[in-house]
């Protein structure tokens, strides 16, 4: 039973122009969702999280949203850059250490 | 720079030996590491969480005496995979748990190959 879900497996967007990565949750106890971002053969690297008391979180060119009566958060990349090209998961966490994985999509930045 | 370290980064072995990977939180203290196991195109499983001190726990599914994990220091966690078969070849990676950031700080990744 997947509880993070990440419906789309892949996207591909313009350089500069917006990217916006979904997540899909059925555990209403998840409190804290965080993203990261993946490159083939390494570990995720922590990009931007939010709690669930808020609905927004700004870092620089990434921003997360939360819609917990949706259960859904969503991460925007503006502008967006060739370097951003990586696999996104987002996480969720039932207010333990413990974190939910959704199964990644892969976001390509051509020119 | 990197906060969580993991080594060796790859190995190949023979079926039957236990090979040892070990992950170490680089600049602050860590009672919880994590273990995950992906699959090729796959999400990151969770294998098991390392508490220092004490016994790990496992989730539903990981063989506890396949995978043996010690957490024997505050910076240091073990994961061994015992009598290794070519199944278990796989990508394993760690992460350690950052109180008051509460944010996850995974290593750089294990590639195993068992032959």
């Known amino acids: 039973d997947q509880q993070v879900k990440q419906n789309s497996p892949s996207l591909s967007v313009q350089e500069g122009r917006i990217s916006i990565l979904n997540c899909d949750y059925t555990?209403?106890?998840?409190?804290?969702f965080l993203w990261y971002k993946k490159y083939p053969a390494e570990g995720p690297t922590f990009l931007i999280s939010?709690?669930?008391?808020?609905d927004k979180n700004e870092d620089g060119r990434f921003t997360v949203f939360l819609n917990k009566s949706a259960k859904h958060l969503s991460l925007h990349i503006v502008p967006s850059q060739p370097g951003d090209s990586a696999v996104y998961f987002c996480?969720?966490?039932?207010?333990?250490?413990?974190?939910?994985f959704g199964t990644g999509t892969r976001l390509q930045v051509f020119p | 720079g990197a906060v969580v370290s993991q080594h060796p980064s790859r190995v190949i072995c023979k079926s039957g030996t236990s090979v040892k990977i070990e992950c170490r939180s680089l600049?602050?203290?860590?009672?919880?590491m994590f273990w995950y196991r992906q699959f090729p195109k796959k999400s990151l499983m969770l294998m098991a969480t390392?508490?220092?001190?004490?016994?790990?726990?496992?989730e539903q599914g990981v063989e506890k005496d396949k995978f043996l994990i010690n957490h024997a220091s505050l910076t240091l966690s073990t994961l061994t995979v015992t009598s290794a078969h070519p199944e278990d070849s796989s990508f394993y990676i760690c992460?350690?748990?950052?109180?008051?950031?509460?944010?996850?700080?995974f290593g750089a990744g294990t590639r195993l190959s068992v032959l």
């Open positions: 992460s350690a748990f950052r109180r008051g950031k509460n944010i996850q700080y």
């Open positions: 555990n209403s106890m998840f409190d804290y």
């Open positions: 939010i709690s669930s008391i808020k």
């Open positions: 996480a969720a966490s039932p207010n333990t250490d413990k974190l939910i």
């Open positions: 600049d602050f203290q860590a009672t919880t």
């Open positions: 390392s508490n220092e001190g004490s016994k790990a726990t496992y």
